[in-house]
């Protein structure tokens, strides 16, 4: 699971800086570079915060949506978790009779 967070990504999405972005949640901003440095990850509190500010779940900002791959030949599909726990079940089917035929070309 990808453990690193994601506040540097979301700032410079919002075209924030994290100076302006630490004295708009109320944090100093050395310790949210600390963050950004992946020196620790924030605190449930701050995540909330940063979450609230972007727009975005905890777990956007934290960091822990875990990608699962599937080698498939020359392709990878990406899938998030999250993705893949809501995905409807004719497309959920249809993804598993790929990879079985994919890995049976192997």
Do not use: C
Not at 2 to 16: H, M, P
Not at 21 to 30: D, K, R, S, T
Not at 35 to 50: D, G, I, N, S, V
Not at 61 to 81: L, Y
């Amino acid at each position: 699971m990808n453990r690193k967070n994601q506040i540097r990504r979301l700032a410079a999405e919002n075209d924030i800086t994290i100076a302006k972005l630490a004295v708009a949640i109320g944090v100093q901003p050395h310790t949210l570079r600390r963050y950004t440095r992946h020196e620790a990850q924030p605190k449930l509190e701050l995540a909330e915060k940063l979450a609230q500010f972007f727009d975005v779940s905890v777990a956007d900002v934290i960091g822990t949506e875990s990608v699962q791959q599937q080698k498939t030949g020359n392709a990878v599909i990406g899938i998030t978790e999250d993705e893949l726990l809501h995905m409807p079940a004719e497309l959920l089917a249809d993804l598993q009779a790929y990879l079985r035929t994919a890995r049976s070309s192997d």
